[in-house]
């Protein structure tokens, strides 16, 4: 992910998110987000948001 991601840019793409999966992270920290973000997709078709764990909803 580009270093020059901007605060604006986050923000858009948690609304997103929100929007299309209805999970709320708005909640977490942009340096977070970021770190978060940099982590390898997840198996599957792209695009497709799989289904949090218990363990991830508790720590949401």
Not at 29 to 42: C, F, I, N
């Amino acid at each position: 992910m580009p270093a020059s991601i901007t605060a604006s840019e986050i923000e858009l793409f948690v609304q997103a998110l929100q929007h299309r999966h209805g999970r709320d992270f708005s909640q977490y920290a942009p340096a977070s987000l970021l770190r978060r973000g940099r982590w390898p997709a997840p198996p599957g078709p792209p695009g497709m948001m799989p289904p949090f764990t218990p363990a991830m909803a508790a720590n949401g």
